[in-house]
């Protein structure tokens, strides 16, 4: 079964955290994490990295000394030599969030920013603009809008292909309860979907190859995750 992790990496990692996490990732890692120029995005970089480090022990059992990273062409991360395990990281606003499982999977969460919702018309299918503009509520239209970019996220995130599969190229649509995936007009099952509250105002979504999805998400804090 996948699991759902979730860090408030901002809440989490003080300034004096941060300075002592740094001394568990390697010097590559560290520099990478360095070169951002705002506080905030270093710590969600390095809480990506912790995060991710976690949930690969909690499940898997593998000692981050033993985790080796790498990116396939598209940029998705994956564990090198053990394709058994399968994980994905995002991050928004104060939270990084980590899915992992033993079949593909996706992860998307994203802070109900100020946005332009037009932007829909460039990168929703037209059923996904339809359901948006059945919505006449602006609360209510903000919050669907931001559900659907996270589960187009999680997609194209668990499918390995990032942002080099066009948005607009598919739907996903609430039928009967539960989120389906149209691409040509035909519904698709090998994928399936799952929303989670997980604040207010952010929209946390996740994607796999398999209906396993755990109920709820497993919140972890600093103390837990520096294994």
Known sequence: MMQVYVLDALKELSDNRFEEALKYVDEAQR????RFH????KKRSLAGLLLSYYAIFKEFGLAPKDITFDKNKYGKPFVKDRDDIFYNISHSGNYVVCAIGSSPVGIDVQEHKSADLNIADRFFSKDEKEALALETRED????LFYDLWS???AYIKCIGMGLSKPLNEFGIIKKNGIYKLYEDDAELN????????????????ACSKEDSFPENFSQVGYDVIMI
Do not use: G, M, T
């Open 38 to 41: 705002f506080d905030a995005d």
């Open 190 to 205: 090998d994928y399936f979907f799952n929303i989670y509250d997980i604040a207010e105002n952010y929209s946390l979504c």
């Open 31 to 34: 520099d990478k994490i360095l």
């Open 140 to 143: 209510a239209k903000k919050k």
């Open 151 to 153: 589960l187009k996220e």
